[in-house]
């Protein structure tokens, strides 16, 4: 994807250098534009050693290209972040005075703005008319966090963290290029990890971030689904940007329950959360405390109910698509496909997405690579790359499904 990554003259400019590498880590090419007063808090080289690409503030660098106009005609995406109170009020009047605004005014991709200023700046009136104007527009102005601002001051006008930004403006452009293979329907996605307490303050848990879950909601509702999200402990952001409906749960019992409430009125439910297998079979209503010259006293585990295999049983709803995933390490006794084949065959899922783990794979990557496997053990897809990009290759298997 070609990205366009503008930068405004705000103290916040400096975490835009994250936002870039995380842009061009997921392999996409970034033009930096930044405002002259951007270039004020982080100068040209750093733009283009990160970019690999020449960086100008001006419309009269280059002429003979004809930048001003080539770069948002050429431009996928066009993301702003820092933006500051005056960029916003210059976009909104539709002023050119910059390579940056007469971008915005060429470009005919979707453009997402993130502010960033101060909270009484944020809450002017004029401010938040210069918002709703662009939005009427069609633009993706994202909210600004709450949090510590220049100096001692706290309030809302915070730029959301790199990664945030990087998510939801993905989202947007992909949402914007992706089929509508998927509309009309009500998709399920379980994502993160459960947790079974063993005490008040611990528990038996798992890896899982929820970041392929996340992207799974995310792609779904690009497409034009309608998505409910069952949340397990996730541990990052973006769960309501990604789905219409999001359910909170902690234990594997209640991530069961809130499937199946969800999913009996759901056309594809996807089991993407890692459910713990076993639970202790009596957690303590007080902390469990060291006995002095003693080992602690063991731990009694009981199974948990297997929750996709009861989906598949039970057809929570005619024409369900079921999909589950399968994290697995090879051994002694076989390689991570073949565990993944043996589980397709013993659950009986119409999908299986199966994803080698452990060693810097898997769990808390922002990569994954899954062997998707019907149910009868045979390999109909394999994707790598992105979480995201592995999401639309797995709903491009379910609507083959679906016809």
């Known amino acids: 994807m070609r990205i366009v990554l503008g930068v405004s003259g705000g103290i916040a400019a400096y975490k835009a250098v994250l936002l870039l590498r995380l842009l061009r880590e997921a392999g996409h090419a970034v033009r930096v534009i930044p405002t002259q007063a951007a270039l004020r808090f982080v100068g040209s080289p750093t733009w283009e050693a990160l970019s690999g690409e020449p960086v100008s503030a001006e419309v009269f660098d280059d002429v003979a290209h004809v930048p001003h106009v080539a770069l948002g005609q050429g431009a996928d995406l066009v993301v702003v972040a820092p933006a500051t109170a005056d960029l916003l009020a210059r976009a909104a009047a539709g002023r050119a005075d910059d390579l940056l605004t007469s971008t915005l005014l060429t470009a005919r991709c979707p453009v997402v703005m993130a502010p960033a200023m101060h909270t009484e700046m944020w809450e002017h009136a004029a401010t938040r008319a210069n918002v709703r104007l662009l939005r009427e527009r069609g633009v993706h102005v994202i909210e600004p966090a709450s949090g510590r601002l220049t100096g001692a001051d706290t309030g809302a006008g915070r730029l959301p963290e790199p990664q945030d930004i990087a998510r939801e403006a993905l989202a947007v452009a992909n949402a914007a290029r992706a089929p509508q293979d998927l509309a009309g ?119 948990n109910p297997d929750i996709l295999a009861g989906l598949v ?91």
């Open 185 to 303: 329907c009500h998709v399920v996605v379980s994502a993160g990890g459960t947790r079974e307490p063993i005490d008040p303050v611990r528990w038996i848990g798992n890896r899982s971030t929820g970041r392929q879950g996340l992207a799974l909601a995310e792609a779904a509702r690009a497409r034009g689904a309608r998505v409910t999200l069952v949340a397990a402990n996730l541990e990052i952001a973006g769960a309501q940007a990604a789905a219409d409906d999001v359910v909170s749960v902690e234990s594997t019992a209640q991530l069961r329950d809130a499937v199946r409430a969800a999913g009996a009125s759901a056309d594809v439910v996807v089991m993407a959360a890692a459910v713990a297998d076993f639970r202790p079979a009596a957690p303590s209503e007080a902390k469990i405390k060291k006995a002095p010259g003693r080992g602690p006293a063991p731990i009694e585990l009981v199974e």
């Open 313 to 403: 049983r039970e057809r929570l709803r005619e024409g369900q698509v079921v999909v589950g995933f399968a994290a697995e390490t090879g051994d002694a006794s076989g390689s991570v496909l073949d565990h993944g084949r043996a589980k397709a065959l013993r659950k009986g899922a119409d999908l299986l997405a199966v994803n080698a783990v452990g060693a810097g794979r898997g769990f808390g990557t922002p990569d994954n690579e899954v062997w998707v496997l019907d149910a009868a053990g045979e390999q109909v897809a394999y994707a790598t790359g992105s979480k995201r990009q592995v999401a639309d290759a797995l709903w491009d298997a379910v609507a083959k499904l679906r016809g």
